[in-house]
């Protein structure tokens, strides 16, 4: 009996958790995804990296169903994701995303970004959801800021909300599409620092970037993309001094030596 | 020289306007962002019935809608709105609904194209919390929209106001109304006229500034 529920448990930190299987999608004529297979583990940080057009942001938009998929399946936790409705939004609640442009409710205080999806879809009470909130935006350093508006914060600011946004959900697992490529080079850090933070305490993140640093510092393991195919799975180590795809050492060719 | 005015009631004349124009506002609001929501929604039925709604009904004369308010829908079908046997009562609800189905296809079309202004982003971002179609319109995209629709809203509101002069068509006792009955009256054709036009500037100038000032206090920024 016991033996049972501590391999439960076991299974339950370190389970699969995100699974794509033989994903396929179009945008027209171009096959933007193409039979992808990945399976992200519970607690794992796995940094998506590849030239523009690659498909990596698609691949990161399928995973809460911001993008449809053609055939194959995803599941999350175990579960396939829904098609429509309410079981999605449900799904969605569980899966948070950070967006290239922030996307902050601009017609809303920083505060009020924080609390809407505790309120409105986990149907907390307004004062802890406040609590909660004024808690995670201390947390990603711009408690200062709550009663402001977005578009009185810097970008990096902005980014750390977004990233308190998707937190107060408790989500399962964080997406980041791209999370610094709108920023200016000195506001990188501060959100990678955040990043790098919510990864040492566990959470299972799935990133899409083009900073090496966070990939070689923070990633489990790199997925290299190109043309819509998964080319090359590693750990950091191995990507960045060996890696073995000729696409791959192409690309990392052009991005490190300057 | 105004003498001939104290035998008018042109005040009653002036409250009549104003609630017509009022009341088909509010209606009108109330049924365009309806409509909207349809024109904007994922379900085919509905944005095929917003897109029909919106390009039959804004089409056809306001005049048109109106009489065929009175003669079709009341003398023919015998709809009176809950308006018994008063006829003055009956017509001035006919008038509104006809103002209301009219004014609302231009609301309608006023409120989309704010939601167009709203970034798709945040509508995803919204969906991405896991909040509901209708949660996302109503929490995100609605009030942003109504926040940089101001400006082409006070348009259709001031156009509003003065298209309540088509229900004199069906007897309203309204602004217009009364103008004719002067006109017919008294040899004061231009003073009439001016008069009847004060009165509608107004209402309408103000509309206009104040409306134009709110749609620059609350634009949000981005």
Known sequence: ?258 | MFDFLDKYDLLGAFWTTVQLAVLSAVGSLIWGTILAAMRVGPVPLMRGFGTAYVNIVRNIPLTVIILFASLGLNQTLGVTLGGGNDFETINFRLAVLGLILYTSSFVCEALRSGINTVPVGQAEAARALGLSFGQVLRLVVLPQAFRSSVVPLANVLIALIKNTTVAAAIGVAETALLMKEMIENEAQLLLISAVIALVFVVLTLPTGLILGWVGKKVAVKR
């Open chain 1, 1 to 258: 009996m016991t033996e049972v529920s501590v391999a439960k448990e076991d299974k339950a930190a370190t389970g699969e958790l995100v699974v794509l299987k033989s994903v396929n999608k179009h945008f027209g004529a171009l096959h933007v995804l193409q039979d992808i297979d990945l399976t992200i583990q519970r607690g794992e940080v796995v940094v998506v990296i590849g030239p523009s057009g690659s498909g990596k942001s698609t691949l990161c938009r399928t995973i809460n169903r911001l993008e449809t998929i053609d055939d194959g399946s995803i599941t999350i936790d175990g579960k396939p994701l829904p098609a429509e409705g309410k079981e999605l939004a449900r799904l969605r609640a569980d899966v948070g995303m950070v967006f290239q442009s922030f996307n902050l409710f601009a017609h809303k205080t920083v505060l009020e970004n924080v609390t809407l999806g505790q309120v409105k879809v986990r149907k907390v009470e307004a004062k802890k959801a406040e609590e909660k909130a004024r808690a995670l935006l201390d947390r990603v350093g711009v408690g200062a800021q709550a009663d402001k508006y977005p578009a009185q914060l810097s970008g990096g600011q902005q980014q750390r909300v977004a990233i308190a946004r998707a937190l107060a959900m408790d989500p399962k697992v964080m997406l980041f599409d791209e999370p610094t490529s709108a920023l200016d080079p000195e506001m990188i850090n501060e959100v990678l620092e955040v990043m790098k933070q919510l990864a040492e305490d566990g959470m299972t993140m799935i990133v899409v970037t083009h900073e090496m640093g966070f990939a070689r510092s923070a990633a489990n393991r790199v997925v290299f993309m190109a043309d819509g195919r998964i080319v090359e799975e590693a750990t950091p180590d191995q990507f960045f001094s060996n890696p073995r795809s000729d696409r791959a050492k192409d690309f990392l060719s052009k991005i490190l030596h300057h």
